[in-house]
Protein backbone atom coordinates (compact mmCIF):
# COMPACT_ATOMS: atom_id res chain seq x y z
CA UNK A 1 0.00 0.00 0.00
CA UNK A 2 0.80 3.67 -0.83
CA UNK A 3 0.25 6.38 2.08
CA UNK A 4 -1.29 9.41 0.47
CA UNK A 5 -1.99 12.85 1.65
CA UNK A 6 -4.31 15.45 -0.16
CA UNK A 7 -3.98 19.16 -0.07
CA UNK A 8 -5.15 22.28 -1.99
CA UNK A 9 -8.00 22.72 -0.61
CA UNK A 10 -10.02 25.58 0.59
CA UNK A 11 -12.70 28.48 0.74
CA UNK A 12 -13.24 29.58 -2.58
CA UNK A 13 -16.37 31.38 -4.57
CA UNK A 14 -18.21 30.36 -7.11
CA UNK A 15 -16.97 30.20 -10.60
CA UNK A 16 -13.27 29.91 -9.21
CA UNK A 17 -10.88 26.93 -9.75
CA UNK A 18 -8.79 25.12 -7.55
CA UNK A 19 -6.19 22.39 -8.04
CA UNK A 20 -5.97 19.84 -5.53
CA UNK A 21 -2.81 17.73 -4.83
CA UNK A 22 -2.21 13.89 -3.57
CA UNK A 23 1.33 13.53 -2.72
CA UNK A 24 2.00 9.42 -2.63
CA UNK A 25 4.84 8.10 -0.15
CA UNK A 26 6.21 4.68 -1.80
CA UNK A 27 8.68 3.83 -4.57
CA UNK A 28 5.91 1.81 -6.31
CA UNK A 29 3.56 4.99 -7.24
CA UNK A 30 3.67 4.07 -11.12
CA UNK A 31 2.25 1.09 -10.60
CA UNK A 32 -0.85 2.59 -8.76
CA UNK A 33 -4.41 3.82 -10.69
CA UNK A 34 -4.79 6.81 -8.99
CA UNK A 35 -8.85 8.11 -7.89
CA UNK A 36 -10.86 11.20 -6.90
CA UNK A 37 -13.43 10.74 -4.46
CA UNK A 38 -15.45 13.56 -2.51
CA UNK A 39 -18.35 13.21 -0.11
CA UNK A 40 -20.64 16.15 0.70
CA UNK A 41 -22.09 16.68 3.73
CA UNK A 42 -24.97 14.13 4.99
CA UNK A 43 -24.42 12.37 1.48
CA UNK A 44 -22.57 9.09 0.31
CA UNK A 45 -18.82 9.12 -0.99
CA UNK A 46 -19.00 9.43 -4.61
CA UNK A 47 -16.69 8.84 -7.59
CA UNK A 48 -15.04 11.64 -9.65
CA UNK A 49 -12.31 10.05 -11.56
CA UNK A 50 -9.46 8.22 -12.02
CA UNK A 51 -5.93 8.26 -14.20
CA UNK A 52 -4.22 4.56 -14.93
CA UNK A 53 -0.13 4.64 -13.80
CA UNK A 54 0.59 5.24 -17.82
CA UNK A 55 -2.24 8.05 -18.01
CA UNK A 56 -3.32 6.08 -21.05
CA UNK A 57 -7.29 5.93 -19.31
CA UNK A 58 -8.50 8.90 -17.33
CA UNK A 59 -11.92 8.96 -17.06
CA UNK A 60 -14.88 10.62 -15.07
CA UNK A 61 -18.04 10.59 -13.54
CA UNK A 62 -20.47 11.66 -15.86
CA UNK A 63 -21.55 14.58 -13.41
CA UNK A 64 -17.57 15.74 -13.14
CA UNK A 65 -17.08 15.76 -17.04
CA UNK A 66 -15.79 19.39 -18.44
CA UNK A 67 -15.19 21.02 -15.12
CA UNK A 68 -12.60 18.58 -13.62
CA UNK A 69 -9.32 17.27 -15.26
CA UNK A 70 -7.23 14.83 -13.20
CA UNK A 71 -3.20 14.55 -14.08
CA UNK A 72 -0.19 12.41 -12.29
CA UNK A 73 3.17 13.18 -12.37
CA UNK A 74 5.06 9.94 -11.62
CA UNK A 75 8.54 11.82 -10.73
CA UNK A 76 7.09 13.45 -8.27
CA UNK A 77 5.09 10.56 -7.15
CA UNK A 78 1.05 12.92 -7.08
CA UNK A 79 -1.48 13.31 -8.65
CA UNK A 80 -3.61 16.13 -9.03
CA UNK A 81 -7.20 17.23 -9.35
CA UNK A 82 -7.82 20.16 -11.37
CA UNK A 83 -11.35 22.03 -10.71
CA UNK A 84 -12.80 24.70 -12.63
CA UNK A 85 -16.06 26.74 -12.34
CA UNK A 86 -16.69 25.46 -9.01
CA UNK A 87 -20.17 25.67 -7.92
CA UNK A 88 -21.73 25.75 -4.31
CA UNK A 89 -22.63 22.06 -4.70
CA UNK A 90 -19.05 20.99 -4.94
CA UNK A 91 -18.54 21.67 -1.42
CA UNK A 92 -17.31 18.57 -0.58
CA UNK A 93 -14.36 16.39 1.38
CA UNK A 94 -11.97 15.45 -1.30
CA UNK A 95 -10.30 12.02 -1.14
CA UNK A 96 -7.54 10.65 -3.22
CA UNK A 97 -7.14 6.89 -3.29
CA UNK A 98 -4.76 4.17 -5.02
CA UNK A 99 -5.82 0.69 -6.40
CA UNK A 100 -3.64 -1.49 -9.00
CA UNK A 101 -7.30 -2.70 -10.34
CA UNK A 102 -7.93 -1.78 -13.67
CA UNK A 103 -10.52 1.15 -14.61
CA UNK A 104 -12.07 1.30 -11.00
CA UNK A 105 -14.71 3.16 -10.21
CA UNK A 106 -16.19 1.97 -7.01
CA UNK A 107 -14.98 2.78 -3.22
CA UNK A 108 -14.56 -0.86 -2.76
CA UNK A 109 -11.92 -1.09 -5.75
CA UNK A 110 -9.20 1.22 -3.60
CA UNK A 111 -6.99 0.32 -1.27
CA UNK A 112 -5.18 3.01 0.14
CA UNK A 113 -6.69 6.61 0.68
CA UNK A 114 -5.76 9.80 2.18
CA UNK A 115 -7.07 11.35 4.87
CA UNK A 116 -9.12 13.96 3.04
CA UNK A 117 -9.29 18.07 2.02
CA UNK A 118 -12.18 20.21 2.80
CA UNK A 119 -13.42 22.72 -0.31
CA UNK A 120 -16.13 24.86 0.23
CA UNK A 121 -17.62 26.97 -2.70
CA UNK A 122 -20.21 29.50 -1.16
CA UNK A 123 -22.49 31.71 -4.16
Known amino acids: QVQLVEAGGGLVQAGDSLRLSCAASGRTFDRYTMGWFRQAPGKAREFVGAISWNRDHTYYADSMKGRFTMSRDNAKNTTYLQMNSLKPEDTAIYYC????????????????WGQGTQVTVSS
Open 97 to 112: AATTISLPTKEDHFSS
